[in-house]
């Protein structure tokens, strides 16, 4: 079956633009889940979306948003880029409840200059 | 603040050399996950621990989880280069599938 698609895989923004990026999960899965991964912080959790509404919601201003579609595909948004959000975003997609397998996309490399 | 702090941050070894890598922490995970990242790619799960002490094998690679649901190890014998990668360890501490990620740990075998 068809794994997690991210789109775009890279995205070049300037300081104060906003972007939003793309994430089909695996058929069938309906939790989706957005990381952030820098060299500095590592993997951090951004939000987890579940039949539409938002389950988990990580330390983040916000300034970071998201949403899923009735179809399970979900986007996030930043808005008023600063540099610091230079980061891989990664998407997860899994079925719901504990301790299940987290299928990851390849991420958006997103660079804010 | 949950934290998992993984150790060591880099190993660099030889083929054929065995290794270990912690993970660590002063909360209680009600399982936990290791995951290898290679570059350009998202992590792929290698193993879910669920019980205090479980202990896990997968071919060269065999995992502990600790008794008090706080710590877990892998441990790789006779490392081969396609071992290399980004190995992280993650725990789930509540409901969903939110998961708490460790510092994780570079690992270079080369020939």
């Known amino acids: 079956k068809a794994g997690v698609t991210q789109t775009p895989r890279y995205l070049i923004k300037t300081r104060g633009q906003q972007v939003t990026l793309s994430c089909s999960p695996i058929?069938?899965?309906?939790?989706v889940s957005w990381y952030q991964q820098t060299p500095g912080q590592g993997l951090q959790f951004l939000f987890e979306y579940f039949s539409e509404t938002q389950r988990n919601k990580g330390n983040f201003p916000g300034r970071f948003s998201g949403r899923q579609f009735s179809n399970s595909r979900s986007e996030m948004n930043v808005s008023t880029l600063e540099l610091g959000d230079s980061a891989l975003y990664l998407c997860a997609s899994s079925t719901w409840g504990g301790a299940t397998e987290a299928f990851f996309g390849q991420g958006t490399r997103l660079t804010v200059v | 603040t949950q934290l998992l702090e993984q150790s060591p941050q880099f190993l660099s070894i030889q083929e054929g050399e065995n290794l270990t890598v912690y993970c660590n922490s002063s909360s209680v995970f009600s399982s936990l996950q290791w995951y290898r990242q290679e570059p350009g790619e998202g992590p792929v799960l290698l193993v879910t621990v669920v019980t205090g002490g479980e202990v896990k094998k997968l071919k060269r690679l065999t995992f502990q989880f600790g008794d008090a649901r706080k710590d877990s190890s892998l441990h790789i014998t006779a490392a081969q280069p396609g071992d290399t990668g980004l190995y992280l360890c993650?725990?789930?501490?509540?409901?969903?599938?939110?998961?708490?990620f460790g510092t994780g740990t570079q690992l270079k075998v080369e020939l």
């Open positions: 058929s069938g899965h309906r939790s």
């Open positions: 993650a725990g789930f501490t509540g409901g969903g599938n939110k998961l708490t």
